[in-house]
């Protein structure tokens, strides 16, 4: 799939907007030490906008580049924020649509936290595919599979299929979406989520874009692309404070695709070069004067949106990260070579600031460094 096409439109007429210059192609990785870690691979960030449907893609993406194996984590149910939202967004498939006793098969599924909730809630089975996933799992009624979902008349069949962000990594989400509807069971309900661009580059996202994410796709965008794959799209709605976007659809002719809203985003995206590059010079001014004082300082999460502040911001790998994963712990982070380190590691340390690089967390983060007993400032970048 050439990327001068729009992934999500099919468009010709993509422009350049933004050059964030390189980015590890894992952010997800972690590493045993801090040389490695250092050495990890990087890539090109060219960011290109559709002017159709105002999707968002990485011009100079190189899918042979990222390799996804077990080494990947990406798991963001250790946050009880998170844990909440998934737990509503189960509920909300259960109760409100009926997957109750059915079957449910998740593409990139991780270690199964979501397929747990959902066979807990609705006494449903599960089937979850992913090839970054050991394939033991101790969780009633669902077997993980470590690889890729093939959509085609042998596949497992299912009731619900769930696909959370997956489609902002695949160089060709088309070819996955035609697959899938093209053979899904007759009825079949089919939850896709995805990041949203309107979140990424609107004001409160500046650390979102990553190199894993090839798209970036906005409410119009993703409209677009489902529609024309052979979806009816039942509802799509912002998810997650407006971070996420979320689509229900079935396989069948979607006479109304959206394509609508392209300005709005597109105008976000312009913009969005010069505010990172504002946010990058004041945070690394910022950093580099407490740090001069002899200050503790202390980003919290290991997660992309942290693997991307502080490899901009704190290019020596200095800052460490604070994350509540223990498989976390005491590893390093892809390029900056930033250790990660437990919340109970803050005390006795006494930190200046812990920056915090998602402010839906900001209260959780508090109440977790308060209940340490430790003293710092928040800052939200
Ligand atoms: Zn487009």
New binding site residues.
């Given amino acids: 799939m050439a990327l001068d096409e729009?992934l999500?439109?099919?468009?010709g007429h993509l422009k350049e907007v933004a050059d964030l210059g390189e980015s590890p192609v894992l952010t997800g990785a972690l590493f045993d030490d801090r040389a490695t870690a250092r050495a990890a691979a990087c890539g090109q960030m060219l960011l290109g906008a559709?002017v159709?449907?105002?999707?968002v893609q990485n011009l100079a993406f190189d899918p042979d580049r990222v390799q996804y194996d077990v080494t990947y984590d990406n798991s963001l149910h250790f946050s009880g924020t998170f844990q909440q939202y998934a737990e509503e967004l189960a509920a909300h498939l259960v109760d409100d649509l009926g997957v109750r006793g059915k079957r449910v098969v998740e593409i990139g599924s991780g270690k199964g936290d979501f397929l747990r909730s959902i066979a807990a809630l609705g006494g449903n089975t599960g089937t979850g595919y992913d090839p970054t996933v050991e394939t033991s799992t101790d969780i009633p009624g669902v077997r993980l599979v470590r690889d890729y979902f093939r959509p085609d008349d042998q596949a497992e069949p299912y009731d619900l299929l769930v696909c959370r962000h997956v489609l902002e990594h695949l160089d060709d989400p088309a070819s996955l979406l035609r697959n899938l509807s093209a053979s899904a069971p007759p009825g079949a309900l089919h939850y896709f989520e995805v990041p949203a661009a309107e979140f990424n580059f609107g004001p409160d996202g500046l650390w979102d874009c990553i190199y894993p994410h090839v798209s970036y796709f906005s409410r119009g965008?993703l409209a677009?692309l489902i529609g024309r794959c052979g979806f009816e799209i039942t509802d799509i709605r912002p998810a997650f404070h407006g971070q996420f976007i979320a689509v229900e659809a079935r396989a069948g002719n979607d006479a109304a695709a959206v394509r609508a809203g392209s300005e709005t985003i597109l105008d976000l995206v312009e913009r969005f070069a010069e505010r990172h590059e504002r946010a990058v010079r004041r945070w690394r001014a910022e950093v580099a004067r407490l740090r001069a004082d002899g200050a503790f300082v202390a980003v919290w999460g290991a997660g992309s949106k942290g693997v991307n502040f502080l490899n901009a911001v704190d290019p020596t790998g200095r800052v460490p990260a604070v994350d509540i994963n223990p498989r976390k712990w005491g590893r390093f982070l892809p390029w900056g070579g930033h250790q990660v380190i437990g919340p109970m590691d803050l005390v006795g340390r006494s930190p200046a600031q812990i920056i915090v690089t998602n402010p839906v967390y900001t209260d959780e983060i508090r109440r977790t460094v308060q209940g340490l007993g430790v003293a710092a400032e928040m800052a939200i970048a």
């Fill in positions: 729009c999500a439109c099919g468009g559709c159709e449907c105002g999707h965008s677009a």
